[in-house]
């Protein structure tokens, strides 16, 4: 079965930092672009990052450029989404999704991991 | 930055036939894809490419897109189809994933 999991939620206060993971299983981690999209209580899909299998494109959304880090570790079947200076607006449920090698979508995604900034 | 429309809400009859549309300028030249998230539950890729149905995916969800509107079309409709639909593409001019607001589809 192919399988997304992710954690590393917790709360947070302002100006803190977390780090997310994302475990893969069940195909060829390296072969896929994976993405981070993130959720806010009662709010829609916003994605926040992108990275290829290789790790050589990486891009963020406006709202996170600067402030959080994409990366992977192939041999590890791992995805990081190291989170700086965090704000109140970064409140969210954050998904990891594989995303289709020709058509861009997001065919499979974990069940996600709650960060609440508040102090 | 790129924007997708969706209409907040959508309501329809069980058996018949709901249509949710996302507007986007231009948009028929970009490939959407659409998302059905149910309450409390991981959003599902239902339909890719414009039309494409991922495996698992029942025939009764089809997807089109022209010019300036894409169309998610849910035909005969059932009560596990409530849920929130969402639109996506990809904007190459700055490499960006754009997500519209996403549809509540209300099964009366």
């Known amino acids: 079965e192919m399988k997304l999991v992710e954690s590393g939620g917790n709360l947070v206060q302002p100006g803190g930092s977390l780090r997310l993971s994302c475990i893969a299983s069940g195909f060829t981690f390296s072969s896929y672009s994976m993405n981070w999209v993130r959720q806010a209580p009662g709010k829609g899909l916003e994605w926040v990052s992108f990275i290829s299998g290789s790790s050589s494109r990486i891009y963020y959304a406006d709202s996170v450029r600067g402030r959080f880090t994409i990366s992977r570790d192939n041999g590890e079947n791992s995805l990081y989404l190291q989170m700086n200076s965090l704000r109140a607006e970064d409140t969210a449920v954050y998904y990891c999704a594989r995303e289709q090698p020709a058509a861009l979508a997001f065919d499979i995604w974990g069940r996600g991991t709650m960060v609440t900034v508040s102090s | 930055s790129y924007v997708l429309t969706q209409p907040p809400s959508v309501s329809v009859a069980p058996g018949q036939t709901a249509r949710i549309t996302c507007g986007g300028y231009n948009i028929g030249s970009k490939s959407v894809h659409w998302h059905q998230q149910k309450p409390g539950q991981a959003p599902v890729l239902v339909v890719y490419?414009?039309?494409g149905r991922p495996s698992g995916i029942p025939e009764r969800f089809s997807g089109s897109n022209s010019v300036n509107t894409a169309t998610l079309t849910i035909s005969r409709v059932e009560a596990g189809d409530e849920a929130d639909y969402y639109c996506q593409v990809w904007n190459s001019d700055n490499n960006h994933i754009v997500f519209g607001g996403g549809t509540k589809l209300t099964v009366l």
């Open positions: 490419d414009d039309s």
